[in-house]
């Protein structure tokens, strides 16, 4: 599968990181930008061009994927467009096509000519340039007396068989809260009137792009729902992510959230029906 989107460069290496945001959201970028960092990234070649890249990336796993980025000239609109795919379970627009442009900008800034052919990475972002971008000045004023998420998996009934529904939760003073966050305000931060955790906030609108990418949506609107298996293989990581950035899962939204620990920390774990 692959997935186009519109860009104003010509080389895959002078895409920029809100370019990257916009084709593969924001959580995406955030992971993308690290496994470059960590060096996940074995090999990258370009083309003379510089519009198409290939090369190796190392998954979380273990696993090395095969993935690609070609920018595809548009005469008529003086645009490229993006496409990429990935042997990965997502097949285009993941973290490691993501990784594999970071690494290919970083290599370009090192090496004047910018020279064709596989080779092993010599120099990637520092964790300062990784962090860069990804939270704005609203993020660092709200910090500290932000809104935890929680995510809710409903069991709806079907006529062949049982889905699962995925809402979005925001904490209360006295429990989880459905009705001040939708996964069209998830995914647009403009919308957030409340201070919702910006980390949070993006492992879930990744969920909702997902969504989107699969079913070919270009927005969400408030009423619109999300089914587990509407994620495709993406599903299983995804809620990795969701549960290794502290966001519980939820299976009865009139659960009430566990009290700080002496640290001022939210322990990681609700009393009943928790995942």
Not at 55 to 62: A, E, H, I
Not at 68 to 96: A, F, G, I, N
Not at 135 to 153: C, H, K, M, S, W
């Amino acid at each position: 599968m692959d997935y186009s989107h519109p860009v104003l460069v010509d080389a895959a290496a002078e895409l920029d990181d809100e370019e990257l945001e916009l084709i593969a959201g924001p959580a995406t970028l955030a992971r993308g930008l690290i496994y470059a960092r960590r060096g996940h990234v074995l090999t990258v070649s370009p083309s003379t061009d510089g519009s198409r890249l290939e090369g190796r990336v190392r998954g979380g796993q273990g696993r090395t994927y095969r993935t690609t980025v070609e920018l595809v000239p548009d005469d008529e609109r003086d645009v490229s467009y993006w496409q990429s795919t990935c042997s990965c379970p997502m097949e285009h627009s993941c973290k490691h096509t993501v990784a594999l442009v970071a690494a290919a900008r970083a290599e370009r800034s090192t090496r004047p000519g910018g020279a064709s052919g596989p080779r092993r990475l010599t120099a990637l972002p520092s964790w300062e340039d990784v962090l860069a971008g990804l939270t704005t000045d609203a993020d660092v004023a709200r910090a500290g007396q932000t809104t935890p998420l929680g995510l809710l998996l409903e069991v709806v009934p079907g006529p062949r068989r049982a889905r699962i529904r995925l809402r979005p939760m925001s904490q209360g003073r006295t429990g989880w809260v459905r009705n001040l966050v939708s996964w069209s305000s998830i995914e647009h931060a403009y919308a957030n009137r409340t201070t919702l955790d910006p980390v949070q906030r993006r492992v879930l609108a990744d969920i909702a792009q997902t969504y989107q990418r699969r079913h070919r949506k270009y927005y969400l609107t408030s009423n619109d729902t999300i089914h587990l298996d509407e994620l495709g293989p993406a599903w299983w990581s995804s809620l990795q992510e969701v549960r290794r950035h502290g966001i519980p899962l939820l299976t009865d939204p009139r659960a009430r959230p566990d009290p700080p620990d002496r640290s001022g920390q939210a322990r990681d774990g609700l009393p009943a029906r928790l995942l």
